[in-house]
């Protein structure tokens, strides 16, 4: 469910606990997206803090996820601003086993360099109409994606768990054998 206002609040397999809100709407190439203030706590990237726009909507079956990211200079490092991306993050009228695929141009400013990588995203349908407890709650009618992002000699590989008419309620994020958990504790839907 996509409307400002609706938050959900995870805890991290690190022990933190970190929040997802819906804060705005903007219209970006004449389509309508949800802004959030957050996207499941993503704000550090290999050790260094970045500040990120983040946009979901919905066309049809498909959800899409936008991404812009800025790594703010530091001392003896130039500010680093990555072009905004977009890939679908899921077709939720695939079947189980069911994959899409996209490449992605991402471009990413580093000091007035501009270097351009192509991002190759695979996305499947592992699980659908699924029953999972999260903590101590239980959700139905549960979609489980894995989304594997591969860039020059980077994979990324995340699971997404939605539940229906709540949305994102597990996730978890593999980065170079670094894993990070996301379990949903409460959410509101408006």
């Known amino acids: 469910p996509m409307k400002v206002g609706n938050e959900w609040i995870f805890n991290q397999s690190s022990g933190n606990t970190t929040a997802m809100k819906i804060i705005a709407t903007e219209i970006i190439n004449g389509a309508t997206y949800f802004k959030y203030d957050q996207f499941i706590g993503q704000s550090v990237v290999q050790g260094m803090d970045f500040e ?54 991402q471009t990413t400013n580093y000091g007035g360099m501009e270097i351009v990588t192509i991002v190759n995203v695979v996305g499947k349908i592992i699980e659908k109409d699924a029953t999972i407890t999260v903590g101590t709650q239980t959700f139905t009618n549960v979609i489980k994606i894995h989304i594997k992002q591969t860039a020059d000699d980077t994979i990324i590989n995340n699971y997404f768990w939605f539940a229906k008419d709540i949305g994102l309620i597990k996730f978890e994020n593999d980065m170079m054998d670094q894993i990070e958990t996301y379990n949903i504790t409460s959410y509101q839907i408006l």
Not at 56 to 83: A, C, D, F, H, W
Not at 88 to 101: A, F, R, Y
């Open 52 to 105: 990120g726009t983040v946009y979901t909507r919905k066309s049809e079956s498909n959800y899409y996820l936008r991404q812009e990211v800025v790594i703010p200079s530091m001392p003896g490092m130039p500010e680093v601003t990555v072009s905004p991306t977009e890939f679908t993050i899921l077709k939720d009228n695939l079947g189980v086993n069911e994959t899409w695929q996209e490449t992605l141009n």
